[in-house]
């Protein structure tokens, strides 16, 4: 019998793949299910996972579910003892081919560092997810960005969403 949600999963995550190696992460993949220490669903390169949501349910989640998403992907991050971990979720409106325009979750802590119990370092922050891959490559991971042509930065949306407000 054919497990429809693990099916959509495959999808989204084969698709953050794809946009991932386009984009200077040559060596990106989908991880193994390893069980009740799960690992997050694509590594990205050495350090650096990815937790994917895609369907119905990941274009239409609400907050609350993000969030609940977001403490998932940060439980993962520590059972692959990555440095880097963010969440990808596809958006209504935005097929596979274009996954590099999904939203990447972050907590503003996980960026920029400081005490994990403040309110500031749990601050959602979301983005397209190729402004994510662009900025891993500025910090060192993936292919570095000085090889790119010009053509292959993302095209930063400036829709960056910081505790529930649009800017």
């Not at 991050?77 to 409106?93: P, T």
């Not at 994990?116 to 997810?129: A, K, L, N």
Request: aromatic share 8%; net charge positive; hydrophobic share 40%.
């Amino acid at each position: 019998m054919v497990n429809k949600s693990k099916n959509l999963g495959t999808r989204a995550e084969t698709a953050v793949v794809r946009a991932a190696r386009t984009r200077g992460f040559s060596l990106a993949d989908r991880l193994t299910l390893t069980g009740a220490l799960d690992r997050g669903d694509v590594g990205l390169c050495p350090g650096v996972i990815v937790e994917v949501k895609g369907g119905n349910t990941a274009r239409t989640a609400s907050d609350v579910l993000i969030d609940s998403w977001l403490r998932e992907t940060e439980r993962e991050r520590d059972n692959a003892g990555a440095r880097w971990a963010f969440l990808v979720v596809q958006r209504g409106g935005v097929g596979p081919a274009n996954a590099h325009r999904w939203w990447a979750w972050w907590r503003f802590g996980w960026l920029f560092g400081g005490a994990t119990d403040s309110t500031t370092y749990r601050t959602p922050i979301r983005m397209q997810f190729g402004d994510a891959l662009h900025l891993l490559r500025d910090a060192g991971y993936g292919e570095p960005n000085e090889a790119n042509t010009g053509n292959e930065r993302p095209n930063v949306s400036g829709d960056v969403r910081v505790q529930g407000a649009t800017r």
